[in-house]
């Protein structure tokens, strides 16, 4: 069970396989859990084929019970950081929901697997379609052949890969919180303003009047923030393959 990294071809084809599966399994897009395994397994393996030719390998002897392993935990690692500028999308949509008042009808949704508000498959087919028109599917692809210079197959667990995930984390939900910030704040208004016609005119029914109006101020503002919404998921797209390429966070 030990392998020459250097010489083994058969020994490089696998652990490279083993770090696209990875990625497979938790990048956007490629990992959504209506895809089939077989399907993502395929997909592993003809990238893994395409990129063995070229990826850098540490020389020397590991163990391929030690090496395998580590290989997959990098390339599930790789996905999840990438994974995060949807998560902080659909964080936005979620504070935004939020301040609508949805949370209160939340149901099960089949495709997301959770409880969710009516508004949040918008920012999951948002965040999908722009993904897409932005070229990004192609990028995680450059992301992961980028990834065998940086992090050579063989070369152990890269000590600056948690760092650069934990970072990558906290910035991309900051950057989804700030993202949602000015819709929630004309909300925060809205609601501030009921409270203020309620204290003058105790006679209206604040329950009634609130929710139906804060409703439809929150839907005409999301519509006319959409532009803002996208040069903002943009940004956190860009931040966030920036930090997987470089294996660094930018600040």
Known sequence: MTASIGGGQVALLFLVFMRCIGLVTTAPIYGHHSIPRLVKMGL???????????AGANAGSMPML???PLELGIGLSLGFI???????????GRVISIQLGLSLGSVF???????????DPFFSVFAGLLFLALGL???VIRVLANSFVIYPVGGGWP???ASTGVQTITLAL???VRVALPIALVLLLVELAVALLARAIPQINVFILGLPLKMLVG?????????????GATSIFRFVFDAASRGAVNT
Do not use: Y
Request: proline share 3%.
């Open 174 to 176: 900051e950057l989804g």
């Open 219 to 231: 839907l005409a503002v999301l519509a006319m923030a959409l532009p803002t919404l996208m040069s």
């Open 159 to 161: 000590l600056d890969l």
């Open 44 to 54: 592993a393996a003809t990238i893994a084929i395409a990129l063995a030719q070229t």
């Open 137 to 139: 599917h192609l990028q």
């Open 82 to 92: 990438l994974s995060m500028g949807f998560q902080a999308v659909e964080l936005a």
């Open 66 to 68: 030690v090496a395998a």
């Open 109 to 119: 949704s089949p495709t997301q697997e959770e409880a969710s508000t009516a508004i």
